[in-house]
């Protein structure tokens, strides 16, 4: 990752972006990442990403951007997580459910000129298709660009795109070929 890919810079654009309007947060965590609602009116909510690492960021962003009002409310969203050593079954069913944060995790990695790769978060030596879910969150990206990205995200990716002066993806990724 390049030097400018700080993870201190997305904390002080998602604040920009959110804050004022969300009271949420993006905290540098020391281990996994997770999101807090807040627990009294006073509070933030925090989203904690893991070990300072960029990617970790950009990728809980992601959840956060399309996580809704309720899901906001509940701690880590209320989704299902199974850790590292899934079966098959499990690893299709998280494969289902991350397509679509990291598709738009695909979009902040673009719009921050950052090199992107999926995550398929299981190292039991299950045989795992990268390819296939590699093109399984392309495809979920171009959807968002065909029928209309999430509001927050897209907030979130022009403010990337214009921090780090890129181009707006929507070209190249509709061009991509499946």
């Not at 604040?15 to 969300?22: D, H, I, R, S």
């Not at 190292?123 to 209309?148: C, H, K, M, N, P």
């Amino acid at each position: 990752m390049k030097s400018e890919h700080h993870y201190h810079v997305l904390i002080d654009l998602f604040e920009q972006c959110f804050y004022q309007q969300y009271r949420t947060r993006l905290v540098a965590g020391e281990h996994e990442p997770y999101y807090q609602p807040a627990e009294t009116p006073d509070a933030d909510h925090q989203i904690v990403f893991a070990h300072g690492f960029f990617a970790s960021a950009l990728h809980e962003i992601a959840h956060w951007c399309i996580a809704g009002q309720q899901r906001r409310q509940l701690f880590d969203y209320g989704y299902w997580y199974e850790p590292d050593g899934r079966n098959a079954e499990q690893q299709a069913e998280f494969e289902r459910v991350e397509r679509k944060p990291q598709a738009i995790e695909w979009l902040f990695s673009l719009c921050a000129g950052a090199q992107f790769q999926v995550s398929v978060d299981n190292l039991s030596g299950l045989d795992i298709d990268r390819a296939g879910f590699t093109r399984a969150v392309r495809q979920q990206l171009q959807t968002y660009f065909r029928e209309g990205l999430p509001p927050r995200a897209e907030k979130f990716a022009r403010a990337l795109a214009k921090h780090y002066q890129q181009s707006w993806p929507a070209e190249l990724v509709l061009s991509w070929q499946n």
